[in-house]
């Protein structure tokens, strides 16, 4: 039953007063691939984000999320941080979300606090230094500097966070994401503000990701040139509603989602799309 | 020091113009302010009537001195304040500096130690020595809250109350010991800091800030009125004073002064209570630091800095907070037994919001989440009150000039800037401006 996808989110709806935020939606994501969820502004794409990341609880809906060896996680029944401590589902922030006063590596340690709580005995050892918890924190330290390595700012791992330029902030808040070592790691426009030559880099680290840890990674992107070169699967949301869903290529095929992004009927898009051919 | 984005032709800061306008308007503020307040005088006279003259010449002369002295507070913040200028400071001043900064804490430590024998027979000088001390370790205690969880409480006293108040009953009721009652104190201080902890855990900022000074307030309000177990307003008296861990300082046979042989002096009681706050507030540090560099005081400082993110990472931000509380109320436990101790006698007026506003003061003075800054402050602020003794009347203006003066030169604090926790290369300060104060 585990099967191949990892994420399957069934019914999903989410009310905020009158206004139906994401109505009946269902997709699902794939093991070991990058889904991306896409659609015009205001489409309610946040809004599933912050569904599966337990920051809103649906007022419908079932969210499955299963892991390697089986285990099945509902969604829906977590919330807070337990979603990150125990579905092992972490996220970054359209609007980056780091610690600005730390220091990048000091970011990257934080994102592990759950390991090293429990390396340091809920404090209690950790407070006289116990051999253990002190080869903990290497080991902890070792693997944010690997990822620092990987997103090339060894260099600048004791400058304070909110010091570093827009581009790299990205970067590592994709790699503190990572530092918690999460099983589908959703990304909320990671592109969004970056340059051609940054967006190439990024698709490329989440290329790597994929390929090196197996995450899973469920993706919000407006920038199109790296949703169709990176995403296995896109799923296109139109006013909380899944309009189409399928490979890149069948997409950008897709009149209703032309239609969608240009704001025009489907019969003016299709015209469009004839002409242009 | 130097900002981002100098601008050469405003270098200098705003002209003559704009300080004069200013000056002008504080002027202006100041005749109305003080046309009651100093131009008119009232007394009453010999048969009960309403006497009142007008004394313009007062008047006059404190609206000048308003008008001089804020167009001289306006030049000094042009030379010292960093308005948009970039100040280059020769690099060997700036290793001088650096020096001395590294070299500020070890001298102040070891100057501490040595204080009890520098003024050994000033008693004056050893009472405010343990006054700071008190001070110092009460605003470390409340640096975790406050600086380093960013939750802003202002009813810290009510913890070194019921510190006070459980090491003073049970030594009166149950006779134990100070040694034994010390850990009690602490363990229920921090109880009651995860009581409060719970139902303000939702409120942010002002509404936490609110709801903790509401705390400080009931704690105090139930130690008046529960007469039968606190004595009420009376508080409680015939607190024993600290032994020599079980040795009494008194002059009899079975005291310290005797066994060792020596002369008794009263000067030994008080020279011990020196080292006993100077070791409690270094436990105290000592606790601090060392959590700071545990994954809790991490995670106590990334939910000041931003606590949507931490609990996208996972951090259990309820535990955190509690945690947070608690520590910080243990501190102010401790410290409440050793005041009772100290004063023998303790009654709810040593409780009051004055404390915690102090408290507070010191630590925002000294710098959100510095250890060396409060440290500094807590001496500036009790130290530096009693320095103005001689002035009289004027104490409390000069006093408050001094703090809007500091204020002004050092808007976040003596030590603004923090220390990472961990680093790979160097240690790097990390300038006041990115650390966040936290929203409660």
């Not at chain 1, 990892?6 to 691939?33: C, H, P, Q, Y």
């Not at chain 1, 979300?97 to 934080?110: I, S, Y």
């Not at chain 2, 370790?137 to 640096?143: A, H, K, T, V």
Request: hydrophobic content about 50%; proline content about 4%; aromatic content about 10%.
């Amino acid at each position: 039953m585990s099967g191949t996808e990892i994420l399957s989110v069934d019914g999903l709806s989410m009310r905020f007063g009158g206004i139906v935020a994401i109505n009946d939606l269902s997709f699902t994501a794939e093991r070991r691939k990058i889904t991306a969820l896409i659609g015009p502004n205001g489409a309610g794409k946040t809004t599933v984000f912050n569904c599966i990341t337990g920051f809103y609880k649906p007022s419908s809906g079932a969210m499955r999320l299963s892991h390697d060896d089986g285990q099945q996680i509902r969604l829906e029944r977590l919330n807070d941080f337990r979603i990150s401590k125990l579905a092992k589902v972490a996220r970054t922030f359209q609007n980056i979300r780091l610690f600005p006063g730390m220091t990048a590596l000091e970011n990257l340690m934080v994102a592990q606090h759950n390991v090293l709580m429990r390396a340091s005995f809920y404090t209690v050892l950790g407070l006289f230094g116990v051999p253990s918890y002190r080869a903990a924190e290497r080991q902890a330290i070792d693997l944010a500097r690997s990822w620092l390595d990987r997103i090339g700012l060894l260099e600048r791992a004791d400058d304070a966070a909110g010091n570093l330029p827009y581009g790299d902030q990205r970067r590592l808040e994709i790699a503190r994401a990572m530092c918690t070592e999460p099983a589908l790691l959703c990304l909320d426009e990671p592109a969004a503000g970056l340059n051609a030559r940054e967006s190439a880099a990024l698709s490329e680290l989440l290329l790597s990701i994929r390929a090196d840890h197996g995450t899973s990674i469920l993706l919000i992107e407006h920038d199109m040139s790296v949703v169709m070169e990176i995403s296995d699967h896109v799923v296109v949301l139109d006013h909380g509603v899944k309009i189409a869903d399928g490979s890149p290529q069948q997409i950008r095929d897709n009149p209703k989602v032309i239609a969608a992004y240009l704001g025009a009927d489907e019969e003016e898009a299709i015209a469009v799309m004839e002409s242009g051919t | 020091m130097a900002t981002d984005t100098p601008h050469p032709t405003h270098a200098r800061g705003p002209g003559i113009a704009f300080i004069l306008k200013k000056a002008l308007i504080s002027a202006l503020v100041a005749l109305v302010l003080f046309s009651l307040m100093i131009g008119i005088r009232t007394e009453a006279g010999p048969a009960g009537q309403l006497v009142y003259w007008t004394r313009f010449n007062e008047l006059a002369a404190c609206v000048a001195i308003v008008f001089g002295g804020s167009i001289i507070v306006e030049l000094l913040r042009q030379w010292f304040a960093p308005v948009d200028t970039v100040r280059i400071v020769p690099a060997s001043t700036q290793r001088a500096l650096a020096v001395l900064r590294r070299l500020l804490a070890p001298v102040l430590l070891i100057f501490t130690f040595l204080v009890p024998v520098i003024f050994y027979d000033q008693r004056y000088i050893l009472d405010l020595g343990i006054l700071v001390l008190t001070y110092v370790m009460l605003g470390w205690g409340l640096n975790v809250v406050v600086g380093l969880a960013g939750l802003l409480d202002l009813g810290y006293v009510a913890f070194y109350a019921v510190g006070a108040y459980s090491y003073a009953l049970l030594a009166t009721n149950f006779g134990l010991s100070f040694w034994e009652c010390l850990p009690l104190a602490g363990i229920l201080a921090a109880f009651w800091g995860v009581l409060l902890g719970f139902p303000v855990l939702r409120l942010r900022g002002d509404y936490l800030a609110i709801v903790t000074l509401a705390f400080g307030e009931i704690i105090r309000l139930v130690i008046i009125n529960w007469q039968s177990l606190t004595g009420g307003p009376n508080g409680v008296s015939g607190i024993p004073r600290p032994s020599f861990f079980g040795i009494p300082l008194t002059p009899g046979d079975d005291g310290l002064a005797h066994m060792l042989d020596i002369e008794f002096s009263p000067t030994h009681r008080i020279v011990f209570l020196f080292y006993l706050i100077l070791a409690l507030a270094l436990l105290t540090n000592w606790v601090t630091i060392r959590l700071r560099r545990l994954p809790i005081g991490r995670a106590w400082e990334a939910l000041r800095e931003d606590e949507v993110a931490c609990r996208a990472l996972g951090i259990n931000t309820t535990t955190t907070k509690l945690t947070a509380f608690a520590t910080g109320a243990m501190f102010g436990g401790f410290a409440g037994a050793f005041f009772a101790t100290r004063q023998g006698f303790i009654s709810p007026e040593s409780f009051t919001f004055q404390e915690s506003a102090l408290v507070l003061a010191i630590v925002v003075l000294g710098g959100m989440g510095s250890q060396l800054g409060v440290a500094l402050a807590a001496l500036t602020m009790i130290g530096g009150f009693e320095l103005f003794r001689g002035l009289d009347q004027y104490r409390m203006l000069v006093f408050g000039l001094a703090m809007v003066l500091l204020m002004i030169w050092r808007p976040r604090g003596l030590i603004g800037h923090r220390a990472p926790t961990v680093f790979l290369q160097h240690s790097h300060a990390i300038s006041s401006d990115l650390v966040k104060e936290g929203h409660g």
